[in-house]
């Protein structure tokens, strides 16, 4: 596991490209027959991906200190790739293309599996610490609830789902959803905002081989970005804003973890402040 420090903004004002990506960007998260995390000290979120060829078993890690990897922890998934399986501590569930899964606290026994082995799905997930167990749920993208953002004169217009919230699959902090891009337009979540109380893992998929995406961090008086390709991720500090624009049309899923889960519970940034 990757292990990834936090940093005052006033530093990051100072950084250089490569700094930057290689604090902030998570790339290779599909590796053919491996588990691939990284663990970040915003919140002690992790982020990573598992692609199972054979089946992959969630082992527990020295740096998280306990007997089993969600013995205080809970977890996200959503499966970008070919069918494939989760099994929690003996119950299987298959997750399509899209389809999500919540898994609590206390679950001891996690396998990753392929549907079809020369098809292996990627699984996409997220990790957050919790307190609260709360019961093992799977969310097809029809059971979510969907929210259509945006203006085509922005070129901002996007469909939001949210799969682990409070009136969706209840979790003890992690909220997490997938968000598409719609054709002809290229911005997500500009105007832009931040908030304070939590932090954020975005995560690009559905992108073209050639495209790329600009990520743009940092206070919104001190912007800085980074160009994300298919299926990588960025790692958004509490004082950042995170927003993006893309080549053309993409998804991404993000995931949220701090003092609340409302999701409305942002401080808007006004365009004329942006730099």
């Not at 990573?48 to 078993?57: N, R």
């Not at 891009?181 to 304070?196: D, F, I, L």
């Not at 299926?231 to 993409?250: K, L, Q, R």
């Amino acid at each position: 596991m990757d292990m990834r420090e936090s940093c005052h903004p006033n530093e990051f004002e100072s950084y250089s490209t490569d700094r930057i990506r290689s604090e902030f960007l998570i790339q290779d998260i599909f590796v053919p027959g491996k588990i691939k995390l990284v663990y970040s000290f915003y919140d002690r979120m992790i982020a990573g991906g598992v692609c199972p060829q054979q089946p992959l078993a969630l082992e527990p890690h020295k740096d998280l200190g306990t007997d089993y990897f969600l013995a205080r922890r809970e977890m996200g998934i959503i499966n970008v790739g070919s069918p494939g399986t989760v099994t929690t501590d003996g119950q299987e569930y298959v997750l399509n293309r899209t389809d999500g899964l919540y898994i609590g606290k206390g679950v001891k026994d996690v396998v990753f599996s392929s549907v079809d082995n020369a098809q292996p799905p990627h699984f996409y997930v997220l990790s957050a610490p919790a307190h609260k167990q709360y019961p093992t749920a799977k969310i097809e993208i029809g059971q979510t609830e969907q929210v259509e953002l945006g203006r085509p004169e922005e070129a901002n217009v996007r469909t939001l789902r949210k799969y682990i919230h409070p009136d969706g699959a209840k979790s003890c902090q992690l909220c997490m959803g997938m968000t598409t891009v719609q054709q002809n337009s290229v911005w997500n979540s500009m105007p832009c905002h931040t908030h304070g109380r939590r932090m954020e893992v975005y995560f690009y998929f559905d992108m073209e081989e050639d495209a790329v995406l600009f990520h743009l961090m940092g206070q919104p008086n001190e912007t800085r970005h980074i160009v994300v390709r298919n299926e990588e991720a960025v790692i958004s500090p509490n004082w950042s804003i995170h927003a993006g624009a893309g080549t053309s049309n993409y998804s991404f899923i993000w995931g949220m973890i701090g003092e609340n889960q409302v999701f409305t519970d942002m401080d808007a940034v006004a365009m004329a402040t942006l730099r």
